[in-house]
Each structure stands twice: as structure tokens, then as C-alpha cells.
């Protein structure tokens, strides 16, 4: 055989990563809905509520004024502006505008830390279950992944000594992800604290992916921002996605030391450039004016997450912890293992969307092999529907 033509085109690096599990059960359930076929949608990540209307305007008005071209890296200086005075009303932070960059999404924000802190053999801790890029992105920095367990008893919420037992003298990274996708758990202020601490202390960086921060219902909104005296090895990721429902907008952000948002730009600058102009008006007017409907919204999740949670916890073998953020229910479904040919939770996601038409997302791809994900980012019809299909399905397994 030709080596020529069996080489693979394709780099030892990119072989390294694989597709989101997340965005692959996405587009399966996306063809089926395309050929005709009612759904009960769980699967997806994002909210349902349409972007509030004056973040929407401001998109337009920019579109109209013109304010269309490129701008630096970063974010105009007044976006950056609004992230960080947002940020210190709401948290008590201290960033300076050289200390907050703007990003397509706070993926990228973590991609770009990830990439400027982590060398080859270098290692994160991550608690598990984690969002499905955080491994993915660590290992195509080269790094290696530290798994951490965490407690379903405990609503999987991470602890100081789970994290310190898994340091080494290769941790450079701690990944933590308070409220949780997919767990919904929201560690508490305090051992957040700890763990930030011990972090400092030791001279590893905590990458404090806060995507989900104004989606806490435990009454304790809080962000390791607020640290003052550990920034040094602190970097907040944060994201315009979920808070004001701006999915498709493409608006994240980071807050860090300085030589490292300016690494993380130096980056973003070989790769894409600035953010989408537009959006970054419309962040403008999200940021800056009143967070009515972050509260809004968030009353609503607590209602739909109380709803659903009430139908699951009805339906015989299914377990679900109460989460405490996001807008995800993580229940266990291993009791009907060995069932129907039902023997892993990807059996049962699969099962559920063609033989029930439910979608959910397979506990795998975060890590755990005994639950599905739901997102009860959806309306209540489509809740009751979906909890009548799933206690149909599960009863005659
Ligand atoms: C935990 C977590 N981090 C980061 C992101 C990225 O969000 P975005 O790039 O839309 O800001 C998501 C999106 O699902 C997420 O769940």
C-alpha cells in the first residue's frame, strides 16, 4: 500500500478532541423535527425566551447606525466598560478595562485561556460531571485531565479536600463550573472560597467558568470574582448566552490578570478578531441597563424546574437531586438498567427519543454513565408532554 495515500490528512492535535456530545444529540433530534416528527425537546442548552426586546433594538440601531466594522480585539472600550462595572455592582470585583477582554461566546474566552495557560503534560482538575468542551479544549492544549468525582447525594456539589487529594505537582488549572451544566449544583460561596484559596496558595490558576452565574436560585449569588486578594491566579469566564438569551448572539467574556487577557487577545487576534460589532452594541444595552428581566427569567426557571422536577420524581425508578442553578434536571436512570436492552444512559437517550420521541442528553459525554440530561428551558406544555411520554416509556421498559 501507497503510505502516501493511507497517511491520515489530519493532525495528531485535532485526532486528540472529538465532536460535542451536546451538539451531535442536537442534530439528530433537528433532522427528525425537519421530517414531520413532534418532539418533546430537553436536549437543548440555551433558553427559550426570545432576546428581551431592547437588547434587540440596540442590535438593530447599531446595524442602522453603522457601527458595523471591525473594533479591537477585545471589545470596544465601552463594552468592556459595561462587563466590568456590571460585574463589580453585582459581585464586588475590581477589574480594570485592560483586565477584561470580550469574546464570540465565553467558549472562546475558555478556549483562550485554556490554550495560554496550559503546556503539554500539564493538568486540570475537573469535577464530574462537566460541561462536554472543558476536556476536549484542555486536551487540545495539550494538557491531561484530573477527574474529580463528586457526590449525587450531595447534589454533586464539589468539595475543597475532593480538590485538594487530586493536586499534583503538574495541576496548573482548576476548572470550576458553579452553577453546573450538567448537574445544576451550585457549590457554596464558602467552599468556593476555600478552593480558590488553596489554589492561590499554591500557584495554580482556577478557570471559574460562570456561564450559569445569574442562574442561581439558592438565594447566594456569588462569584469568585469578588477575591479580591487571589485575581492574581484567577480567571472569570463569563457569557451574555444564558443571562439575557443571547444564544445566537455570540457575546462571552473574561476578567483576569493582565498579562493573561492580553495573551488571550493576542490569541483571539491570530483567530477571529473582535467579536460581532453588532452584538457587542446589544451587550452594551443588556449590561448597562435595568436587570429586570435576569429576574425575570430566572422566576420563571424556578417554576419550570419545580414543574418538571414534580413529574420526574413521580414516575417509579427515576432519582433526581433538586439543582440549585442552570436550567438542568440530572436524573439517575440506572434502575432500569438491564431492562428492555436498556444497559447505559446512551441506551436509554436513544431509546427515548426514537421509541418515546423525548429528547435528553446521555450522561456520558459528562462524564457520568448513570443519568440524562433535561433542560427545562422550555414551556410547560412541552413538559407535561415529555413527563407523560417518559412515564409511558419508562413503565413498559
Ligand atoms: C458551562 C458552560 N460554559 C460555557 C458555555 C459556552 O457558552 P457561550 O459560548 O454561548 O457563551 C456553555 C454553553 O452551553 C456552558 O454550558
Known sequence: MNPVETASPLTERINRIGFSATLAAANEADSMKAAGIDLADFGAGEPHFATPEHIKQAGVAAIKNDQTKYTPVGGVKELRDAIRT?????????????ETAAS?????????????????????????????????????????CVFVDTEEADGFAMTPPMIERAITSRTRVIILNS???????????EDLERIVELAHRRGIYVISDECYVYLNYSGRVFSV????????????????SKTYSMTGWRLGYALGPKPIISAMQKLQGQSTGNPNTISQMAAIA???????????????????RDHMLRGLQQIPGIACHRPEGAFYLYPNVSAFFGRGGVNSSEDVARRLLHDARVVSVAGEGFGTREHIRLSYATSVDVIDKGIQRMAEFFGRL
Open 225 to 240: 470574582g469578588s477575591l479580591n486578594r487571589c485575581r492574581e491566579h484567577m480567571i472569570i469566564i463569563g457569557s451574555l
Open 286 to 304: 443588556a449590561l448597562s441597563s435595568s436587570q429586570q428581566c435576569v429576574a425575570d427569567m430566572r422566576a420563571d426557571y424556578i417554576q419550570l
Open 104 to 144: 464570540t461566546g465565553g467558549k472562546q474566552a475558555l478556549f483562550n485561556a485554556i490554550q495560554v495557560l496550559m503546556a503539554h503534560g500539564d493538568e486540570a482538575i475537573i469535577p464530574v460531571p462537566f460541561w462536554v468542551s472543558f476536556k476536549d479544549i484542555v486536551r487540545y492544549a495539550g494538557g491531561e
Open 179 to 189: 452553577p453546573s451544566n450538567p448537574s445544576g449544583a451550585v457549590t457554596s460561596p
Open 86 to 98: 456590571r460585574h463589580a455592582q453585582d459581585f464586588g470585583s475590581n477589574y480594570a478595562v485592560e
